[in-house]
Protein backbone atom coordinates (compact mmCIF):
# COMPACT_ATOMS: atom_id res chain seq x y z
CA UNK A 1 0.00 0.00 0.00
CA UNK A 2 3.02 2.56 0.83
CA UNK A 3 4.84 1.28 -2.58
CA UNK A 4 1.70 2.14 -4.71
CA UNK A 5 0.86 5.12 -2.40
CA UNK A 6 4.13 6.81 -3.12
CA UNK A 7 5.55 5.21 -6.19
CA UNK A 8 6.09 7.19 -9.58
CA UNK A 9 2.44 7.95 -10.29
CA UNK A 10 2.27 9.81 -6.45
CA UNK A 11 5.47 11.17 -6.88
CA UNK A 12 4.92 13.05 -10.68
CA UNK A 13 1.05 14.27 -9.04
CA UNK A 14 2.82 15.56 -6.06
CA UNK A 15 6.49 17.54 -7.26
CA UNK A 16 5.12 20.86 -7.65
CA UNK A 17 3.96 20.71 -3.88
CA UNK A 18 7.58 19.75 -2.71
CA UNK A 19 9.74 22.08 -1.13
CA UNK A 20 13.18 20.62 0.37
CA UNK A 21 14.20 23.81 1.61
CA UNK A 22 11.79 24.37 3.98
CA UNK A 23 10.58 20.63 4.79
CA UNK A 24 7.12 21.35 3.17
CA UNK A 25 5.27 17.86 3.41
CA UNK A 26 3.55 17.14 0.79
CA UNK A 27 -0.47 16.13 1.05
CA UNK A 28 -0.36 11.88 1.23
CA UNK A 29 3.45 11.74 2.39
CA UNK A 30 3.64 8.47 4.52
CA UNK A 31 7.15 9.17 5.54
CA UNK A 32 8.79 9.53 8.04
CA UNK A 33 12.29 10.96 8.48
CA UNK A 34 14.44 10.72 11.71
CA UNK A 35 17.75 11.39 12.45
CA UNK A 36 19.35 8.11 14.16
CA UNK A 37 18.29 4.68 14.95
CA UNK A 38 17.15 5.16 18.41
CA UNK A 39 14.35 7.74 16.94
CA UNK A 40 12.85 5.12 15.08
CA UNK A 41 10.73 3.12 18.08
CA UNK A 42 8.95 6.50 18.62
CA UNK A 43 8.42 7.63 15.03
CA UNK A 44 4.87 7.52 13.64
CA UNK A 45 5.21 7.15 10.09
CA UNK A 46 4.87 4.21 7.88
CA UNK A 47 7.84 3.63 6.90
CA UNK A 48 10.42 5.58 9.03
CA UNK A 49 13.84 6.41 6.83
CA UNK A 50 17.14 7.31 9.18
CA UNK A 51 18.62 9.96 7.41
CA UNK A 52 22.26 9.49 6.80
CA UNK A 53 24.50 10.34 9.14
CA UNK A 54 27.99 12.79 8.34
CA UNK A 55 30.77 10.40 9.32
CA UNK A 56 29.04 7.61 6.43
CA UNK A 57 28.68 9.98 4.12
CA UNK A 58 32.34 11.12 3.88
CA UNK A 59 33.43 7.40 3.85
CA UNK A 60 31.19 6.61 1.20
CA UNK A 61 32.41 9.78 -0.63
CA UNK A 62 36.13 8.90 -0.29
CA UNK A 63 35.45 5.39 -1.59
CA UNK A 64 33.60 6.59 -4.30
CA UNK A 65 35.82 8.92 -5.39
CA UNK A 66 39.05 6.82 -5.63
CA UNK A 67 36.56 4.44 -8.27
CA UNK A 68 35.10 7.47 -9.69
CA UNK A 69 39.03 8.69 -10.34
CA UNK A 70 39.53 4.78 -11.79
CA UNK A 71 36.67 5.31 -14.17
CA UNK A 72 37.69 8.70 -15.38
CA UNK A 73 40.95 7.28 -15.59
CA UNK A 74 39.94 4.88 -18.06
CA UNK A 75 38.25 7.04 -19.91
CA UNK A 76 41.36 9.17 -20.27
CA UNK A 77 43.31 5.88 -21.55
CA UNK A 78 40.28 5.56 -24.09
CA UNK A 79 40.95 9.14 -25.21
CA UNK A 80 44.32 8.51 -25.66
CA UNK A 81 44.62 5.46 -27.55
CA UNK A 82 42.56 7.45 -29.92
CA UNK A 83 44.10 10.19 -30.19
CA UNK A 84 47.48 12.41 -31.15
CA UNK A 85 49.61 14.27 -28.81
CA UNK A 86 47.75 17.62 -29.35
CA UNK A 87 44.34 16.27 -29.24
CA UNK A 88 44.97 14.79 -26.06
CA UNK A 89 45.37 17.91 -23.94
CA UNK A 90 42.26 19.18 -25.61
CA UNK A 91 39.95 15.41 -24.84
CA UNK A 92 42.31 14.91 -21.55
CA UNK A 93 39.24 16.65 -19.02
CA UNK A 94 36.87 14.93 -21.53
CA UNK A 95 37.75 11.28 -20.73
CA UNK A 96 37.74 12.11 -17.04
CA UNK A 97 34.31 13.69 -17.21
CA UNK A 98 32.99 10.97 -18.96
CA UNK A 99 34.62 8.40 -16.88
CA UNK A 100 33.36 9.96 -13.75
CA UNK A 101 29.51 10.18 -15.23
CA UNK A 102 29.77 7.04 -16.51
CA UNK A 103 30.62 5.47 -12.63
CA UNK A 104 27.72 7.65 -10.85
CA UNK A 105 24.78 8.16 -13.33
CA UNK A 106 23.54 4.65 -14.04
CA UNK A 107 24.47 3.49 -10.11
CA UNK A 108 22.32 6.42 -8.68
CA UNK A 109 19.45 6.47 -10.76
CA UNK A 110 18.73 2.20 -11.40
CA UNK A 111 19.42 1.29 -7.37
CA UNK A 112 20.20 4.55 -5.99
CA UNK A 113 23.21 3.71 -4.45
CA UNK A 114 26.69 3.58 -5.96
CA UNK A 115 29.71 1.32 -4.37
CA UNK A 116 30.70 3.61 -1.34
CA UNK A 117 26.97 3.75 -0.29
CA UNK A 118 26.43 0.16 -0.71
CA UNK A 119 29.19 -0.91 1.54
CA UNK A 120 28.09 1.95 3.89
CA UNK A 121 24.34 1.17 4.06
CA UNK A 122 23.60 4.31 2.36
CA UNK A 123 20.62 4.73 -0.35
CA UNK A 124 19.88 7.57 -2.86
CA UNK A 125 16.06 8.30 -2.93
CA UNK A 126 13.14 10.92 -3.93
CA UNK A 127 12.26 13.32 -1.14
CA UNK A 128 9.30 11.70 0.18
CA UNK A 129 9.25 8.06 -1.67
CA UNK A 130 8.91 5.36 0.66
CA UNK A 131 12.84 4.53 -0.06
CA UNK A 132 12.38 2.46 -2.83
CA UNK A 133 12.14 5.27 -5.63
CA UNK A 134 15.93 5.95 -7.12
CA UNK A 135 15.89 9.23 -8.43
CA UNK A 136 14.86 10.39 -12.63
CA UNK A 137 17.67 10.19 -15.18
CA UNK A 138 17.29 14.36 -14.98
CA UNK A 139 17.72 14.27 -10.81
CA UNK A 140 20.00 11.99 -11.01
CA UNK A 141 21.87 14.09 -13.58
CA UNK A 142 21.79 17.36 -11.43
CA UNK A 143 22.97 15.82 -7.93
CA UNK A 144 25.48 13.86 -9.60
CA UNK A 145 27.11 16.06 -12.38
CA UNK A 146 29.57 17.97 -9.69
CA UNK A 147 30.97 14.58 -8.59
CA UNK A 148 31.29 12.89 -12.12
CA UNK A 149 32.49 15.86 -13.67
CA UNK A 150 35.03 17.35 -11.09
CA UNK A 151 35.78 14.53 -8.27
CA UNK A 152 36.91 12.32 -11.23
CA UNK A 153 39.75 14.67 -12.03
CA UNK A 154 42.83 14.12 -10.01
CA UNK A 155 44.13 17.00 -8.16
CA UNK A 156 40.99 18.76 -8.97
CA UNK A 157 38.73 15.97 -7.24
CA UNK A 158 40.62 16.54 -3.72
CA UNK A 159 39.34 20.52 -4.11
CA UNK A 160 35.77 20.19 -4.98
CA UNK A 161 35.73 16.97 -2.62
CA UNK A 162 37.19 19.18 0.74
CA UNK A 163 34.52 22.20 -0.58
CA UNK A 164 31.65 19.69 -1.23
CA UNK A 165 32.11 17.80 2.08
CA UNK A 166 32.24 21.58 3.61
CA UNK A 167 29.28 22.35 2.39
CA UNK A 168 27.35 19.33 3.38
CA UNK A 169 28.69 19.32 7.10
CA UNK A 170 27.72 22.81 7.47
CA UNK A 171 24.56 23.32 5.51
CA UNK A 172 22.61 20.58 5.57
CA UNK A 173 18.75 21.71 5.68
CA UNK A 174 15.72 19.84 7.34
CA UNK A 175 16.67 16.31 6.10
CA UNK A 176 20.66 16.43 6.14
CA UNK A 177 20.46 17.00 2.31
CA UNK A 178 23.41 18.61 0.23
CA UNK A 179 22.52 21.43 -1.91
CA UNK A 180 22.42 18.66 -4.84
CA UNK A 181 20.25 17.10 -3.11
CA UNK A 182 17.72 19.80 -2.52
CA UNK A 183 18.02 20.74 -6.34
CA UNK A 184 17.11 17.32 -7.10
CA UNK A 185 14.52 16.46 -4.32
CA UNK A 186 16.81 13.61 -2.94
CA UNK A 187 17.88 12.07 0.53
CA UNK A 188 20.06 10.08 1.45
CA UNK A 189 18.92 7.45 3.65
CA UNK A 190 20.17 4.64 5.77
CA UNK A 191 19.41 1.61 4.00
CA UNK A 192 17.68 -0.89 4.67
CA UNK A 193 14.69 0.95 5.89
CA UNK A 194 13.53 0.04 9.53
CA UNK A 195 9.89 -0.93 10.22
CA UNK A 196 7.98 1.88 11.99
CA UNK A 197 4.83 3.55 13.19
CA UNK A 198 1.82 1.93 14.22
Not at 85 to 98: C, D, K
Not at 149 to 160: D, E, K, Q
Amino acid sequence: MVARAMGRDWYREHLDGMDPVRGVRPEGALVEYVVDVGAVAGATGNPVLVLAPDGRRIAARVVDTVIATVFACLGFFVEAASTDGVALVVLLPVGFVAGGLLYYLPLVHWWGTTVGKRIFGLRVARLWSDGTLPPSWKDTFIREFDRGAFLAIPVLNLLVGAILLAYMVKDRGAYHQSKSDRAARTVVVRWPAYAGGN
